[in-house]
Structure formats: C-alpha cells, structure tokens
C-alpha cells in the first residue's frame, strides 16, 4: 500500500483506459479531475517512483502484432540459486512476467515462473533454450505450459 | 471495424519505431507528443494520428500510465486446479463466476487451469481460494509471488 489519497485515485480513474490522444493531455487530465495541471504532473511522478505507475507509454497487443505464442516456462531452480538468477530471466527481452512462487510438492516442482513471447511455438521454445543454458547447473526440471484457451480475461479492478 | 482477433496488423516503418521507442518514457512534460516526435524525426501531429491509428486498428491495445495493480492496495496471486476433462467446462463457469477471478487460462498441464485473482482486501484471497474449493469440489494450488522479478515490458516489432 503506497499511501495514495483521494487525488490520487481521481487521477488514476480519469487515465486508466488511457492518455487522450492530443497536444497536451495531461491539461485534460487536470481538467477532468479539477486540479491544475502542475499538481497532476507532480503527482504522476510521485507515483512512477514509488512505482505505482509501472511506466507511461504504448501497451502493444501482441496477438495483433505477430507475437502471438506464449507459453508460461517453469523452472525448478536450486533455492540457493534462485534469487541471483530471477532477475537475470526477468531482464530478457522476450520475458514479460518472471516470479519466484512456492513449490506444491509431489504435484508442482516449480519455483521460478517466466512467461515467454515469440510468433511462434518454435521461437519461443528458442527462448526457452535461452533461458536454460542461462540458468545453467542450478536447473533441476523445467516445463513449458502453453495456453489453450482464454478462459476469462478482464481488468484488475482498481481498490476504491 | 476493427481486424478479426487472429488477423495480424501491418506495421510501417514509422508505426514500428513509435511501437519499439514508446513503451514506456513518455515525458510528464506540458506537450509530451512534440518531444517524443523530435526524437521521433516526426511532428507532434502524425505522432498523435500514428497513435490514433495503432490504437483503432488494434496494434495498441491502449496509450497511457500502466499501473502497477498490487502497489494499488490490492492483493492478488495465481492459481490452479487440476479439474477433469468431463468437467472442465462447468468448472471454469463456477471460476469465472467469481468478479476477483481476472483471467482464466486453460493449459496443458495436469494442472490445466489458472487464474489470477485480484481484491481489494488481502484477506479476501483466502476466502476466494475457499469459495472456489467448496462450489467446485476440488483442491486450488495457491502460487502467490514471493519475489518479483520482472524488470520492464517490451515487446519488438
């Protein structure tokens, strides 16, 4: 929780579907939300460094752009390994999502998630040898699960 | 009309160096677009039609802040169930049924089904998770993030 105030919340609901497209969009920002414009630059970059904004910019569609095989890779990683190669999986630019979560034993061996991009299953599987021989001696298991079909897919609800 | 969901969108050379330079660094600056054009070598107003243009031909799938959902006062974690094929389709009913439940993926796995639940109230997973066990009769494995360590979205065209 980053201490966001009711200002702050206006801000993000009046730019969650997006920038409007013209000369100065952060004047229609500060007009819909009813603060100067000055305060509404502050406070977006306030939130980019706490990181609350993740970055301002273009969000591609991968689907329409040719990059449309994504398979999630999973990596049983040694425990003592795993935190000085997570981020090094995670800086490859075909990587959009690397976390390290719990292992369920017997059922799921896995602890390092990394989703890959490619506009292929054989690029991505490319990838993926990328990402192992990153990964090197540390490695015990690895598997790629491919997504069949989107079951649901809505947006995260902002809180308030 | 926008192109079928498959139907891959033809990017120009410009649209390809709008898309690869502006996934993020757009100046909180009073006119923002005539920066970026500058480096650009194009003016503030093709920019923001190029951009008008990606967005309603569906190579953007928006243009602005992307937040970051769990800095928010959310909580949220990825989960998966192993159901059986001869009930898949009403299990993902009762999953999709629950509005914390945000995406939902079918993959090839035993355990072939995962979801990423998003609320409000970091106490509300657990009984999320709960809910979803006790309406489906089967076990869901619980995958919260315990380190994070995705550094930048960026995709090449």
């Known amino acids: ?160 | 009309m926008r192109p079928a969901a498959a139907e891959k969108v033809e990017l120009d050379e410009v649209d390809r160096r709008i898309v690869n330079d502006l996934q993020g660094g757009l100046p909180l600056e009073a006119r923002p677009f005539a920066i970026v054009g500058e480096r650009l070598g194009i003016s503030e107003g093709e920019l923001i039609r190029r951009l008008r243009r990606l967005l309603d031909g569906g190579a953007l799938t928006r243009f602005g802040p992307l937040y970051n959902a769990d800095r928010m006062g959310g909580a949220f974690t990825l989960s998966a169930m192993a159901v059986p094929a001869e009930r898949f389709e009403e299990v993902a009913a009762i999953v999709n049924s629950f509005v914390e439940v945000a995406h939902n993926y079918e993959r090839d796995h035993a355990l072939n089904m995962w979801f990423v639940i998003g609320c409000e109230d970091a106490a509300r997973v657990g009984a999320v998770i709960a809910e979803i066990e006790a309406a489906t009769g089967l076990a869901v494995h619980d995958f919260p993030k315990e380190e994070e360590y995705f550094v930048e979205f960026k995709v090449t065209v």
């Open chain 1, 1 to 160: 929780m980053t201490g966001l105030d009711d200002i702050d919340r206006r801000i993000i609901k009046a730019t969650t579907v997006g920038l409007p497209l013209e000369s100065e969009p952060y004047h229609a920002v500060a007009a819909e939300v009813g603060v100067p414009v000055d305060e509404v630059v502050a406070r977006m970059t306030a939130m980019l460094e706490t990181g609350v904004i993740r970055r301002i910019g273009a969000v591609p569609n991968h689907y329409r752009l040719g990059v449309s095989a994504n398979g999630m890779s999973v990596w049983d990683v040694d425990d003592a390994a795993v935190s000085e190669i997570g981020p090094r999986v995670g800086a490859l630019d075909f990587v959009t999502h690397c976390y390290r979560r719990p292992r369920h034993l017997p059922d799921w061996r896995y602890n390092l998630f990394a989703m890959v991009h490619g506009s292929s299953r054989a690029e991505v599987e490319a990838h993926v040898a990328e990402i192992r021989a990153l990964i090197g001696p540390a490695l015990r298991a690895s598997d790629i699960l491919y997504s069949k079909r989107i079951l649901k897919k809505t947006g995260l609800r902002l809180a308030g």
